[in-house]
């Protein structure tokens, strides 16, 4: 998920040095939306591994 949202990102700074600004906002939009839940997901899996007594990789 990491990845789509440095994809998105990618996108906006090209979008933005072409002068496509609509596009941009968009494409930057979902790439901070995509991020997020990413960054939730890792840290809800870290804490449910630690709540199982698995330790972290």
């Known amino acids: ?15 933005a040095v072409l002068g496509f600004t609509t596009l941009a ?3 930057a939009t979902i790439a901070q939306i995509l991020f997020v839940v990413a960054l939730a997901l890792a840290v809800l899996s870290a804490v449910f591994e630690a709540l199982r007594g698995r330790p972290p990789i």
Do not use: E, P, R, Y
């Open 25 to 27: 906002g968009a494409a």
């Open 1 to 15: 998920m990491f990845s789509w949202a440095l994809l998105f990102f990618i996108i906006a700074i090209v979008c």
